[in-house]
């Protein structure tokens, strides 16, 4: 599956943004979808997961109450709502996708086998 991320950009702190996540490449639904970050210098952070039909979430402890994963499978795009911003939450964010027929959410790098290309978000002080 290639995935396509987009929607990052400068917001001040406390302000919200939106990513969005657009798969192609299969043509069914049947596999979970994550967010990570990567701050430079740094690993990459799990942020949110959701499972095949966006009835299953988790989150990253840093981002838990602020932001919010989402799948639209008609648009095939995952959204990833994010509020309160803070200047800490400075990365590059990936989008991705687990193998078909994985339909769980999952909070391991190891267990994504697509990825994004990255877009960038800078939260201002």
């Known amino acids: 599956v290639q995935l396509q991320a987009s929607g990052g950009g400068l917001v001040q702190a406390g302000g919200s943004l939106r990513l969005s996540c657009t798969a192609s490449?299969?043509?069914?639904?049947?596999?979970?979808m994550g967010w990570f970050r990567q701050a430079p210098g740094e690993e990459r952070e799990f942020i949110a997961a959701v499972n095949w039909n966006g009835a299953s979430t988790r989150y990253g402890d840093s981002v838990k109450g602020r932001f919010t994963i989402s799948r639209d499978n008609t648009k095939k795009t995952v959204y990833l709502q994010m509020n309160r911003l803070k200047p800490e939450d400075t990365a590059v964010y990936y989008c991705a996708a687990r193998r078909a027929g994985y339909i769980l959410d999952s909070a391991f790098v190891d267990e994504y086998d697509s990825w994004g290309q990255g877009t960038q978000l800078t939260v201002s002080s």
């Open positions: 490449g299969r043509t069914r639904n049947n596999y979970g």
